[in-house]
């Protein structure tokens, strides 16, 4: 079955940083990741391409970075700068196209075919 792993999550203070990372079951040209506010919709933070192009929601713009491991063969997400409005759970997702990582799309919950399990990340004031 394919499936993505999610670790790293965790608390931390505001202005503090976390890094997530996923581990994929397969490869994938295109990855995501999400996060969900509890009672509200999965929102999409940020998407790499397999030739390295990426896109960011502008919540998080100039804050996240997300990147390739190669060595340990995972996509990660650098969190810096983390506000108490980050709190929430963290997705690792596959788009169901590889297209959706070089236009909106690949933000929107609706073009993603494999989700995680999700990694709580908790940020206090």
């Known amino acids: 079955q394919e499936q993505v792993l999610e670790s790293g999550g965790g608390s931390v203070q505001a202005g503090g940083s976390l890094r997530l990372s996923c581990t994929a079951s397969a490869y994938y040209p295109c990855l995501a990741w999400f996060r969900q506010v509890s009672g509200q919709e999965r929102e999409g933070v940020a998407t790499m391409h397999k030739f390295g192009m990426t896109q960011y929601a502008d919540s998080v713009k100039g804050r996240f970075t997300i990147s390739k491991d190669n060595d340990r063969r995972t996509l990660d997400l650098q969190m810096n700068s983390l506000k108490p409005e980050d709190t929430a759970v963290y997705y690792c997702?596959?788009?169901?196209?590889?297209?959706?990582?070089?236009?909106?799309?690949?933000?929107?919950?609706?073009?993603?075919?494999?989700w995680g399990r999700g990694t709580q990340v908790t940020v206090s004031s």
């Open positions: 997702a596959v788009p169901r196209y590889e297209s959706a990582c070089t236009s909106a799309d690949g933000l929107l919950s609706r073009s993603i075919a494999i």
